[in-house]
């Protein structure tokens, strides 16, 4: 016969209902139960408790409950709980809590049909709370890292667009005045605002873009009365920037008013014109307008500022 340990009576129940239990075990039953869950379930049968109930009151799941009284091992959770669930039951049911652990570890290992005990051991609630927190630090690095790059990030690309606005040698004094036989030569020369000659494609546009040139209008660049090239700005707040790629070197970043210009020095053969608003700029070249630098708003990066350059948009009118 298989040997099979009775479950004691719990000491610490009221002696009302331990008398109950001692007397319901022991009348009519000298063979002790097959299994600790039979002795579970014919202890709550003797008190008459019903499963829904004693669920309710343990705080544990009707199925688990089930799943002790049946000696169905694989539907119970793992062994720590499983331990604790046939120590609260039997507890409950005045039967003695540590016997019951002790055979309930017994049956587990004899049985044939589950898996072996130490595959039924889940991690405990300690480890399960370490899993999200290291997660959680994982993530916050991740995070920080991010921000950092991002930080980095903007600020180069802030410190390079620095440099690019940054003029390497700006010639802003303006020329001193000329003399009066040249100014006079100069004006004779220049053609008044009525008549500027405009390309053909937008002669009413570069009309339109005249603003009322400032009282003290200031020339920059060059005062060599050989300069050949000059850069007028029609309206005002007009941004401006002359570049020698040859020796690497800004001559004007600027935002010119109306009537301001800018004398390209004759020794600069190179130069090219950046600016924001090309149809707010005139080319003038040996005193003769060759029209705007491009349409009103239009962008330009690098237009050739040459002689030759200007004097073959003079021969495309």
């Known amino acids: 016969m298989e040997k099979v340990t009775r479950l004691p009576l719990d000491q610490d129940r009221n002696a009302e209902r331990r ?17 600790v869950g039979e002795e579970l379930r014919a ?15 343990l705080r544990i799941r009707k199925e688990h409950l089930e799943a002790l009284e049946t000696g169905d091992f694989a539907n119970l959770p793992g062994r720590t709980y499983a331990i604790g669930f046939v120590r609260s039951y039997a507890d409950y049911l005045g039967l003695d809590g540590a016997a019951a652990v002790a055979r309930f570890k017994e049956e587990v290992a004899e049985a044939p ?37 991002a930080y ?36 004779a020369a220049a053609p008044d605002a009525g008549s500027v000659a405009t390309p053909e494609a937008a002669p ?12 003290s ?30 020796k690497n070197e800004v001559l004007i970043t600027k935002e010119l008013k109306a009537g301001e210009r800018f004398r390209a020095p004759p020794d600069r053969p190179n130069l090219v014109l950046v600016t924001r ?23 330009i990066e690098a237009m050739p500022l040459t002689p ?10």
């Open 308 to 317: 030759e350059a200007l004097s073959s948009r003079l021969n495309r009118r």
């Open 113 to 149: 049909q589950v898996p072996p005990p130490d595959s039924l051991v889940f991690p405990d609630a300690q480890e399960e709370a370490r899993l999200p927190q290291g997660m959680i630090l994982i993530a916050a690095v991740l995070v920080v890292l991010a921000l950092w790059g």
């Open 204 to 215: 009413e546009t570069l009309a339109a873009t005249i603003d009322t040139p400032a009282v």
């Open 217 to 246: 209008a200031q020339t920059f660049g060059s005062s060599d009365p050989a300069a050949r090239i000059e850069v007028r700005a029609l309206k005002n707040d007009v941004w401006l920037r002359i570049e020698d790629p040859d």
């Open 19 to 35: 008398r109950l239990h001692l007397r319901e075990i022991t009348d009519g039953s000298d063979v002790p139960l097959a299994s």
């Open 43 to 57: 202890a709550r049968l003797r008190l008459g408790e019903d499963l829904r109930t004693v669920a309710g009151s």
């Open 152 to 187: 980095y990030l903007t600020r180069f690309a802030n410190k390079m667009l620095h440099q690019r606005e940054q003029p390497v040698a700006e010639q802003s004094q303006p020329a001193p005045a000329p003399e009066p036989a040249l100014a006079a030569a100069e004006d």
């Open 277 to 299: 608003d090309a149809g707010a700029l005139e080319l003038i070249l040996d005193g003769v307008s060759t029209g705007t630098a491009g349409q009103n708003g239009e962008v």
